[in-house]
């Protein structure tokens, strides 16, 4: 099933890469040099294919045969009508052919047969041709051969046209056909029918001789009545040969068809089997190979006053060949027969029955005259000698005989009629019949059989019988006449013993069976060539206890291998009746069946039978598996050969030759036959195959394949005929020829691209660059002289959709593949892009119309292109200059382009536009949002393609306004294009396919509060994006959508004293006081701010006042925790005071130590946590610690408190001051009030400390 080729269909769709820097200068640069092809979607538009059709014979020879091809070459173009034209598929694209006098006889590999509707196809008459390319993308010339087998008669003509996918029809010149012209009739093998009028008292025998017609393969019909003169001669058993006694005979009640019996003179062939005849009835349960036709009318006439003669005459000849067999009739039960030869045509059959008037045993022989044919068209064959004569026996019972027994080897005719072939190394059998019809014997009276062997050409095989053969079951067999009530044929109950002989036989006809006793044996030797007879001896009583008519000896025997073809090889058989073996010397020597005049003895006769040794002939044809080829390709060959013979030959034979001469240009493919060949070249140059093969099964079609290859370099519409013959036992068959044409199956189509479909809108001015590529892609298999493309440049009011704003000029023409520019500047509206059109010139002669000379503006442009190879491309780029272009204009540049060899016009466009994308930018957090020390900022940008086609754009994004309040991460993304960076500038610039956006990422993180101070940050991160398509100014209210609000710096500083200061010593019911001071910096507000005093440390010395205040924001304490949180404006400062009172030393560990904090939750993505700075008094780290001390007063009196005292006593008092704990006491004091004591004594005023 021929799928096809695919054929080229362009897609869309396609991708290439491109590069480009925002110099303008760099643009033009590269866009010239660098720009490939890329992708976009073309708009949707509806098509109207147009087509031409043209087509030509390759090489036509003044006349052809019947059986011959001839090859036509068809052109198909396939073009959009409309503009601009597209190349786009177009599906189905069907030529149809049709032929008169011939058949097409392969459809074409470049004619796709599945998936397509119609599939294509021939037509049951071979006469139609349909040829589906498939989907063809317009702007393809397709060139596809579609030979034909001529099937006409001499002098009729092949006539071929071809209507193309519109209806156009081409019809070739007719093509003259002469035919060769072969005729033959043959007679050779007959039946074993043969049928006395009765075989007691015979008057007659009615015989058949089957005859066959034959035609040469791709012969003219022949003439439809043609007569032949057959002279018969009649032998008796004497020798005597007559011709007075035969009469036309009648059909007998044989065979299967009742109609034909009694019929007189000429019969189907219906009855009896006969080698190398097939039957000319439907034989029921019979294969079809083996059945041909009859005449419409066969006589056999007596030619008045010669005796013997007939003419036979047939009429009603059947030439059509709707009912050739391939095998003879000769096949046992329904197995096909000998196959019959293939060069011939077995158009006819039939039985020619003549009745003979005798009483004796004889034979029939036929010679034909060889007329001369005449053709239905005039042309000549005279008959073919050597196979006009034949010979026929018929015998009467008798109670003795011997003779080959042909049903051994499954062959037909009778015995005794020399027409029994078999080859060296066949098994035959001899059979000695002995009966006791007639005979009147004493019942103990000896009767015997024996079988002489002619030694020099056979040996004896021992006991081949076979228990599945009736007729071969044992050596002796028992045969009964019809009606008894054993079986007719089987083996002996109580067969007499077989005895062998051992010594020489001299002339075997000669031989005495009963002398030499010594020699003879009952025992087998061990060596049975040494057997040259054998024997059985019985008693005549035997008949009676066995109930049988006739005993039958048999003896197997080969023939030897080394028996040369054509020798006589004979059996020999004697009786042994009343003690006296018979059968050597008279009457026997005079009785004569069938004469053999020229063989070793004069006649076969009813104890002697002759066979000849025959071979195998050989045959062979030929056949290509398609009748064209494609240059650089193999083409498959099919040699089908044979070893035939209508004999018996051998199942195999060795040696047999084939020789295969292929034409130049043809060279084997190693390996592709099995078994390989040797391969020589002759001295023409040309590869000589040769097979040397044993084992080859004989009257077998046998086939061999192999490849050979077609030169790359050899020119399509070649017609290559290679030759082979076959060879085996001295006989040659041949030579054969096969015809392959070598295929321009093939297409060219142009496509035209642009490089990419868009000018890159990359500066303010409209500069750019675009090209467009024209594509000539050859799937030819023929190298093509020359490409010729026209391109006629865009212009306003082309009419194919052009339309720009500003100018462009041609920059150039790159022809990387070589070629000739030529240019006009010609007003474009007056110019044909057809290179046929006459203003033109011709295709690859360019009219003065054009020159090489660039003129300043050209208006078109012409490239001639060299040889373009079989699967090469030819291609050539125009590249335009815009200056003033604006986003979606449009250029629109048509051409159309001949290729040598397949000739039509193929037309294609392609638009360039001017790239339309948008571009946006903007952040997370949101443009205008606050963010804080630490925070990521990421900025997207989007590039929006707009417009019919991807968008080639740019954009750059400078990070001056960033950088001073924040670190670019490096870790710029795009998913389309390209991203750089570089000196503080990110720069984007990609391609983007219709409908897609692309989108490009980065991420800043804001420095911390040190690095802002440090930089000098401004405390907004201010950032834009610049691209030509970037609006200069929006509408009040409105956004600049590549200029969003910057985002704002924001955070806070926080401070801690405390009274009494850090540092201090505290003591019982000291109160302590903190200051916590909250300070705001940057432009932007402070969400979230939030501090921590954890008062743990404190709390084991202090109790806590709850006097917590701020300024703003909210207190709150949670043992031991006090917290405070609140946003900031800008400038906002908060104070924050609580106090805690000390308790007494020794209830802690005498340290109040606590340090506020500014930690944000991990959860909590509002809140900004402050650094700590060095508060007013210089307190550095937000961190106050107290150290408790304190003193007692203890005291004494002298005399000691409770004595009793005397006026004039002295008291003596004192007072002992103590510190503890780890504090300093800055100042301690007591007073001693004296009042209570004063009024008893008075104050001595010494005190002292």
Same mark, same amino acid.
């Given at each position: 099933?021929?799928?096809?080729?695919?054929?080229?269909?362009?897609?869309?769709?396609?991708? /290439?890469?491109?590069? !480009?820097?925002?110099?303008?200068?760099?643009?033009?640069?590269?866009?010239?040099?660098?720009?490939?092809?890329?992708?976009?979607?073309?708009?949707?538009?509806?098509?109207?294919?147009?087509?031409?059709?043209?087509?030509?014979?390759?090489?036509?020879?003044?006349?052809?045969?019947?059986?011959?091809?001839?090859?036509?070459?068809?052109?198909? #173009?396939?073009?959009?009508?409309?503009?601009?034209?597209?190349?786009?598929?177009?599906?189905?694209?069907?030529?149809?052919?049709?032929?008169?006098?011939?058949?097409?006889?392969?459809?074409?590999? %470049?004619?796709?047969?599945?998936?397509? &509707?119609?599939?294509?196809?021939?037509?049951?008459?071979?006469?139609?041709?349909?040829?589906?390319?498939?989907?063809?993308?317009?702007?393809?010339?397709?060139?596809?051969?579609? $030979?034909?087998?001529?099937?006409?008669?001499?002098?009729?003509?092949?006539?071929?046209?071809?209507?193309? $996918?519109?209806?156009?029809?081409?019809?070739?010149?007719?093509?003259?056909? /002469?035919?060769?012209?072969?005729?033959?009739?043959?007679?050779?093998?007959?039946?074993?029918?043969?049928?006395?009028?009765?075989?007691?008292?015979?008057?007659?025998?009615?015989?058949?001789?089957?005859?066959?017609?034959?035609?040469?393969?791709?012969?003219?019909?022949?003439?439809?009545?043609?007569?032949? /003169?057959?002279?018969?001669?009649?032998?008796?058993?004497?020798?005597?040969?007559?011709?007075?006694?035969?009469?036309?005979?009648?059909?007998?009640?044989?065979?299967?068809?009742?109609?034909?019996?009694?019929? @007189?003179?000429?019969?189907?062939?219906?009855?009896?089997?006969?080698?190398?005849?097939?039957?000319?009835?439907?034989?029921?349960?019979?294969?079809?190979?083996?059945?041909?036709?009859?005449?419409?009318?066969?006589?056999?006439?007596?030619?008045?006053?010669?005796?013997?003669?007939?003419?036979?005459?047939?009429?009603?000849?059947?030439?059509?060949?709707?009912?050739?067999?391939?095998?003879?009739?000769?096949?046992?039960?329904?197995?096909?027969?000998?196959?019959?030869?293939?060069?011939?045509?077995?158009?006819?059959?039939?039985?020619?029955?003549?009745?003979?008037?005798?009483?004796?045993?004889?034979?029939?022989?036929?010679?034909?005259?060889?007329?001369?044919?005449?053709?239905?068209?005039?042309?000549?064959?005279?008959? !073919?000698?050597?196979?006009?004569?034949?010979?026929?026996?018929?015998?009467?019972?008798?109670?003795?005989?011997?003779?080959?027994?042909?049903?051994?080897?499954?062959?037909?005719?009778?015995?005794?009629?020399?027409?029994? !072939?078999?080859?060296?190394?066949?098994?035959?059998?001899?059979?000695?019949?002995?009966?006791?019809?007639?005979?009147?014997?004493?019942?103990?009276? %000896?009767? *015997?059989?024996?079988?002489?062997?002619?030694?020099?050409?056979?040996?004896?095989?021992?006991?081949?019988?076979?228990?599945?053969?009736?007729?071969?079951?044992?050596?002796?067999?028992?045969?009964?006449?019809?009606?008894?009530?054993?079986?007719?044929?089987?083996?002996?109950?109580?067969?007499?013993?077989?005895?062998?002989?051992?010594?020489?036989?001299?002339?075997?006809?000669?031989?005495?069976?009963?002398?030499?006793?010594?020699?003879?044996?009952?025992?087998?030797?061990?060596?049975?060539?040494?057997?040259?007879?054998? /024997?059985?001896?019985?008693?005549?009583?035997?008949?009676?206890?066995?109930?049988?008519?006739?005993?039958?000896?048999?003896?197997?025997?080969?023939?030897?291998?080394?028996?040369?073809?054509?020798?006589?090889?004979?059996?020999?058989?004697?009786?042994?009746?009343?003690?006296?073996? %018979?059968?050597?010397?008279?009457?026997?020597?005079?009785?004569?069946?069938?004469?053999?005049?020229?063989?070793?003895?004069?006649?076969?006769?009813?104890? !002697?039978?002759? +066979?000849?040794?025959?071979?195998?002939?050989?045959?062979?044809?030929?056949?290509?598996?398609?009748?064209?080829?494609?240059?650089?390709?193999?083409?498959?060959?099919?040699?089908?050969?044979?070893?035939?013979?209508?004999?018996?030959?051998?199942?195999?034979?060795?040696?047999?030759?084939?020789? &295969?001469?292929? $034409?130049?240009?043809?060279?084997?493919?190693?390996?592709?036959?099995?078994?390989?060949?040797?391969?020589?070249?002759?001295?023409?140059?040309?590869?000589?195959?040769?097979?040397?093969?044993?084992?080859?099964?004989?009257?077998?079609?046998?086939?061999?394949?192999?490849?050979?290859?077609?030169?790359?370099?050899?020119?399509?519409?070649?017609?290559?005929?290679?030759?082979?013959?076959?060879?085996?036992?001295?006989?040659?068959?041949?030579?054969?020829?096969?015809?392959?044409?070598?295929?321009?199956?093939?297409?060219?189509?142009?496509?035209?691209?642009?490089?990419?479909?868009?000018?890159?809108?990359?500066?303010?001015?409209?500069?750019?660059?675009?090209?467009?590529?024209?594509?000539?892609?050859?799937?030819?298999?023929?190298?093509?002289?020359?490409?010729?493309?026209?391109?006629? +440049?865009?212009?306003?009011?082309?009419?194919?959709?052009?339309?720009?704003?500003?100018?462009?000029?041609?920059?150039?023409?790159?022809?990387? #593949?070589?070629?000739?520019?030529?240019?006009?500047?010609?007003?474009?509206?007056?110019?044909? &892009?057809?290179?046929?059109?006459?203003?033109?010139?011709?295709?690859?002669?360019?009219?003065?119309?054009?020159?090489?000379?660039?003129?300043?503006?050209?208006?078109?442009?012409?490239?001639?292109?060299?040889?373009?190879?079989?699967?090469?491309?030819?291609?050539?780029?125009?590249?335009?200059?815009?200056?003033?272009?604006?986003?979606?204009?449009?250029?629109?540049?048509?051409?159309? @382009?001949?290729?040598?060899?397949?000739?039509?016009?193929?037309?294609?466009?392609?638009?360039?536009? =001017?790239?339309?994308?948008?571009?946006?930018?903007?952040?997370?957090?949101?443009?205008?949002?606050?963010?804080?020390?630490?925070?990521?900022?990421?900025?997207?940008?989007?590039?929006?393609?707009?417009?019919?086609?991807?968008?080639?754009?740019?954009?750059?994004?400078?990070?001056?306004?960033? +950088?001073?309040?924040?670190?670019?991460?490096?870790?710029?993304?795009?998913?389309?294009?390209?991203?750089?960076?570089?000196?503080?500038? %990110?720069?984007?610039?990609?391609?983007?396919?219709?409908?897609?956006?692309?989108?490009?990422?980065?991420?800043?993180?804001?420095?911390?509060? @040190?690095?802002?101070?440090?930089?000098?940050?401004?405390?907004?991160?201010?950032?834009?994006?610049?691209?030509?398509?970037?609006?200069?100014?929006?509408?009040?209210?409105?956004?600049?959508?590549?200029?969003?609000?910057?985002?704002?710096?924001?955070?806070?500083?926080?401070?801690?004293?405390?009274?009494?200061?850090? *540092?201090?010593? =505290?003591?019982?019911?000291?109160?302590?006081?903190?200051?916590?001071?909250?300070?705001?910096?940057?432009?932007?507000?402070?969400?979230?701010?939030?501090?921590?005093?954890?008062?743990?440390?404190?709390?084991?010395?202090?109790?806590?006042? &709850?006097?917590?205040?701020?300024?703003?924001?909210?207190?709150?304490?949670?043992?031991?925790?006090?917290?405070?949180?609140?946003?900031?404006?800008?400038?906002?400062?908060?104070?924050?005071?609580?106090?805690?009172?000390?308790?007494?030393?020794?209830?802690?560990?005498?340290?109040?130590?606590?340090?506020?904090?500014?930690?944000?939750?991990?959860?909590?993505?509002?809140?900004?946590?402050?650094?700590?700075?060095?508060?007013?008094?210089?307190? $550095?780290?937000?961190?106050?610690?107290?150290?408790?001390?304190?003193?007692?007063?203890?005291?004494?009196?002298?005399?000691?408190?409770?004595?009793?005292?005397?006026?004039?006593?002295?008291?003596?008092?004192?007072?002992?001051?103590?510190?503890?704990?780890?504090?300093?006491?800055?100042?301690?004091?007591?007073?001693?009030?004296?009042?209570?004591?004063?009024?008893? @004594?008075?104050?001595?005023?010494?005190?002292?400390?």
């Amino acid at each position: 099933m021929n799928r096809g080729p695919k054929l080229h269909v362009p897609s869309t769709d396609s991708t /290439r890469r491109w590069r !480009r820097y925002l110099s303008v200068g760099v643009v033009l640069a590269l866009m010239s040099s660098l720009f490939v092809l890329l992708g976009g979607a073309l708009p949707a538009q509806a098509a109207t294919p147009e087509y031409e059709i043209r087509g030509t014979w390759v090489n036509p020879p003044p006349t052809i045969a019947r059986g011959n091809p001839v090859v036509a070459e068809w052109r198909v #173009n396939v073009n959009d009508a409309d503009e601009p034209p597209s190349n786009e598929p177009v599906e189905n694209v069907t030529a149809t052919f049709s032929v008169e006098k011939a058949i097409f006889d392969e459809i074409p590999d %470049l004619c796709v047969t599945e998936g397509v &509707d119609p599939p294509s196809s021939i037509s049951e008459d071979g006469m139609s041709l349909t040829c589906n390319f498939g989907p063809v993308a317009m702007g393809t010339a397709l060139v596809v051969q579609t $030979p034909v087998v001529a099937t006409g008669l001499t002098g009729e003509e092949v006539v071929l046209d071809g209507t193309g $996918p519109h209806g156009e029809t081409v019809e070739l010149p007719p093509v003259l056909i /002469r035919n060769t012209f072969a005729m033959d009739i043959h007679y050779g093998g007959t039946t074993e029918v043969a049928r006395w009028d009765d075989v007691d008292d015979p008057r007659y025998v009615d015989v058949d001789i089957p005859w066959s017609l034959r035609l040469g393969k791709g012969s003219d019909p022949g003439p439809q009545r043609v007569t032949y /003169r057959l002279s018969m001669a009649a032998t008796t058993r004497d020798g005597t040969t007559t011709t007075n006694n035969i009469r036309v005979g009648v059909h007998p009640e044989v065979g299967a068809f009742p109609e034909n019996h009694g019929v @007189a003179g000429c019969t189907p062939f219906d009855a009896g089997r006969a080698d190398g005849h097939p039957w000319s009835e439907p034989i029921p349960n019979q294969p079809a190979e083996k059945i041909t036709s009859f005449v419409d009318s066969c006589t056999l006439t007596p030619v008045a006053g010669q005796p013997g003669v007939f003419d036979l005459t047939l009429e009603g000849i059947n030439y059509d060949l709707t009912n050739v067999p391939s095998h003879d009739s000769s096949g046992v039960g329904t197995e096909l027969g000998n196959p019959l030869p293939p060069n011939w045509d077995y158009i006819a059959t039939g039985s020619l029955w003549f009745r003979v008037l005798t009483n004796q045993s004889g034979s029939l022989r036929l010679d034909s005259n060889e007329p001369t044919y005449t053709s239905t068209t005039g042309l000549q064959y005279q008959d !073919r000698p050597g196979n006009n004569v034949t010979n026929k026996s018929y015998t009467l019972p008798g109670n003795f005989s011997a003779a080959w027994y042909r049903a051994w080897t499954g062959s037909g005719g009778r015995a005794w009629d020399d027409t029994y !072939r078999v080859s060296a190394g066949t098994t035959v059998v001899q059979q000695v019949n002995v009966g006791r019809r007639d005979l009147d014997l004493a019942p103990d009276a %000896l009767v *015997g059989n024996c079988a002489v062997f002619d030694t020099q050409f056979v040996t004896y095989a021992g006991d081949l019988s076979d228990p599945n053969r009736p007729s071969f079951s044992a050596q002796v067999i028992g045969v009964d006449q019809a009606g008894a009530d054993v079986e007719p044929r089987g083996p002996l109950d109580n067969p007499p013993p077989i005895q062998y002989y051992t010594g020489p036989v001299g002339n075997p006809n000669n031989f005495d069976c009963g002398g030499n006793p010594a020699a003879w044996s009952t025992t087998a030797p061990a060596d049975l060539s040494t057997v040259t007879a054998i /024997r059985i001896v019985y008693p005549f009583s035997l008949y009676a206890q066995e109930d049988r008519d006739l005993l039958q000896l048999l003896a197997w025997v080969t023939i030897n291998d080394d028996v040369p073809v054509g020798q006589d090889v004979w059996m020999f058989g004697s009786v042994l009746r009343n003690g006296e073996w %018979l059968g050597d010397g008279e009457p026997w020597d005079s009785y004569v069946v069938t004469p053999t005049p020229d063989d070793r003895y004069p006649a076969t006769n009813g104890r !002697r039978d002759i +066979l000849r040794i025959v071979t195998a002939t050989p045959y062979i044809e030929k056949e290509a598996a398609q009748t064209t080829v494609r240059a650089g390709q193999a083409a498959d060959f099919t040699l089908t050969y044979s070893a035939n013979g209508s004999g018996i030959i051998p199942e195999t034979v060795d040696g047999y030759r084939i020789v &295969d001469t292929l $034409p130049l240009g043809m060279t084997y493919v190693s390996e592709s036959a099995d078994p390989e060949p040797v391969v020589t070249v002759n001295g023409s140059g040309q590869e000589v195959l040769t097979w040397t093969l044993d084992d080859v099964p004989t009257n077998v079609e046998n086939e061999l394949t192999y490849q050979a290859m077609a030169d790359e370099d050899i020119e399509p519409g070649t017609q290559l005929t290679n030759t082979a013959s076959s060879s085996f036992g001295g006989e040659t068959y041949g030579p054969v020829e096969e015809t392959v044409t070598t295929s321009a199956n093939g297409y060219t189509i142009i496509l035209k691209t642009a490089d990419p479909e868009y000018v890159p809108f990359v500066n303010d001015e409209g500069v750019g660059t675009g090209s467009w590529t024209v594509t000539i892609e050859s799937h030819d298999p023929q190298p093509q002289a020359f490409t010729d493309t026209i391109d006629i +440049l865009p212009y306003i009011g082309d009419q194919r959709g052009t339309d720009y704003s500003g100018t462009y000029t041609l920059s150039d023409v790159v022809l990387p #593949n070589g070629g000739t520019v030529y240019y006009t500047d010609a007003d474009p509206s007056t110019l044909s &892009d057809d290179p046929e059109d006459p203003a033109n010139g011709a295709p690859n002669a360019p009219s003065p119309l054009w020159s090489t000379t660039r003129p300043e503006n050209p208006t078109a442009i012409r490239v001639i292109g060299g040889e373009l190879a079989p699967g090469a491309t030819f291609a050539f780029q125009v590249v335009i200059e815009t200056e003033g272009a604006e986003p979606q204009d449009v250029y629109v540049n048509r051409a159309q @382009a001949i290729a040598g060899h397949t000739e039509l016009v193929m037309r294609t466009s392609a638009p360039l536009y =001017v790239s339309d994308y948008t571009v946006a930018k903007t952040s997370d957090p949101a443009p205008g949002s606050t963010v804080k020390p630490g925070d990521t900022i990421t900025y997207t940008i989007t590039v929006t393609q707009e417009g019919p086609v991807a968008a080639a754009g740019a954009w750059t994004d400078t990070l001056e306004g960033v +950088l001073d309040d924040a670190v670019y991460n490096e870790d710029a993304t795009a998913d389309i294009g390209t991203v750089t960076y570089a000196d503080g500038v %990110l720069s984007w610039e990609g391609v983007v396919p219709v409908g897609e956006v692309a989108t490009i990422t980065y991420t800043v993180t804001v420095k911390d509060v @040190a690095g802002l101070e440090a930089d000098g940050a401004d405390t907004i991160v201010d950032n834009s994006v610049w691209s030509p398509v970037c609006p200069d100014e929006v509408p009040e209210g409105e956004v600049n959508p590549c200029e969003p609000p910057p985002l704002l710096v924001g955070y806070y500083k926080v401070s801690k004293t405390s009274d009494p200061a850090p *540092g201090s010593t =505290v003591g019982l019911g000291d109160v302590i006081t903190y200051h916590v001071q909250i300070t705001q910096y940057g432009e932007g507000a402070v969400q979230k701010a939030v501090i921590d005093d954890d008062l743990t440390a404190v709390l084991d010395d202090a109790t806590w006042n &709850d006097d917590a205040s701020a300024t703003s924001g909210t207190v709150s304490y949670a043992e031991p925790t006090l917290s405070w949180t609140g946003p900031l404006v800008v400038g906002e400062v908060v104070d924050l005071t609580y106090s805690v009172t000390a308790t007494a030393v020794g209830e802690g560990d005498d340290q109040l130590t606590n340090v506020v904090t500014s930690v944000c939750p991990e959860d909590d993505p509002e809140c900004t946590p402050g650094p700590c700075v060095p508060a007013p008094d210089e307190n $550095p780290d937000c961190t106050t610690t107290h150290i408790k001390g304190d003193y007692e007063v203890m005291k004494t009196s002298d005399p000691v408190s409770g004595s009793e005292v005397e006026e004039g006593d002295t008291i003596t008092y004192t007072v002992t001051v103590r510190q503890y704990g780890p504090g300093a006491v800055e100042q301690a004091g007591f007073k001693d009030d004296l009042t209570q004591v004063l009024d008893d @004594a008075t104050y001595n005023d010494d005190a002292a400390a």
